[in-house]
């Protein structure tokens, strides 16, 4: 993939689209190439002649008139290149997971499983994998629903249920939104310094410390060969201007190693 995946967004709840849009673009192997939180819009989206995306992210669960996300999959795939249709939800639901299945869509993943690490769950989808969180899996399990074979189950929800709450919020607004330490001193209203401690915290949990270090090697986070060589670039760049500096990594270079290193799951 050139820049990476091309996806649509079809997601009701604007904070979760807005949230989804920003994960997607940050990372390197995904962009975001349409957005729409109703029907009319997903199918206004989809009518266009230049229209061109390789995956739907598909919210599932619609107040009011949960058909219309699957009546939009359908007009998706009538095209001449159907694009994989990756499902969303809050909770595992065996029937929406039955119809999903039936249609041979792309996979079935809870948002809060997935958290940050949802670049991961759209690029194996989009490379062919079916996907699902763990949720989905042990759901599929207990009512013995086979899922296809090579199924990828992808968990998200760590490393951030080890931060107290302050680190979750630094991670969030520092590494994820990449703000700068004014805007980020104005909106949790705290000095620099306690951002810095706290930032300093969030670096170590994920593992950033250690391998900045040296005492651990990259790719006893990544597994993924491809993930792994951008992050050594990003690592070495970062690394020859503080060098030629004299002085600390600069933040901005920190936030993109901390983004790469946060947003990675735990693959099955």
Not at 244 to 262: C, E, I, S
Request: glycine letters at 6%; aromatic letters at 6%; a neutral charge.
């Amino acid at each position: 993939m050139s820049k990476g995946a091309r996806v649509l967004i079809i997601e009701d709840d604007p904070y979760a689209r807005d949230l989804m849009a920003l994960l997607l673009t940050r990372d390197w192997r995904t962009r975001v190439v349409g957005e729409a939180g109703a029907e009319a819009e997903a199918l206004h989206i989809l009518n266009q002649p230049s229209r061109r995306e390789d995956l739907i992210l598909l919210d599932t669960e619609i107040p009011g008139d949960p058909e219309w996300p699957f009546r939009v999959a359908e007009a998706a795939r009538s095209g001449v290149r159907p694009p994989v249709i990756l499902c969303t939800g809050t909770r595992a639901d065996v029937e929406t997971l039955r119809r999903i299945l039936r249609a041979a869509f792309g996979g079935y993943i809870l948002k809060t499983e997935v958290s940050y690490a949802l670049a991961w769950a759209v690029t194996r989808a989009a490379a062919g994998h079916w996907v699902t969180t763990p949720g989905i899996w042990q759901m599929a399990h207990d009512r013995r629903l086979a899922l296809p074979q090579g199924t990828v189950v992808l968990d998200g929800r760590g490393p951030t249920a080890n931060f107290t709450r302050r680190e979750d919020e630094l991670a969030r607004l520092a590494v994820l939104f990449n703000l700068a330490q004014r805007d980020l001193a104005d909106e949790l209203h705290i000095t620099a310094d306690q951002i810095s401690k706290v930032v300093s915290s969030v670096y170590t949990k994920i593992g950033l410390r250690e391998i900045l270090s040296g005492e651990v090697a990259p790719e006893v986070y990544f597994e993924d060969k491809a993930v792994l060589a951008q992050f050594e670039r990003v690592l070495k760049h970062a690394t020859a201007k503080r060098q030629r500096a004299g002085r600390a990594h600069k933040a901005p270079d920190m936030a993109t190693l901390a983004f790469h290193l946060l947003t990675v799951p735990t693959v099955e």
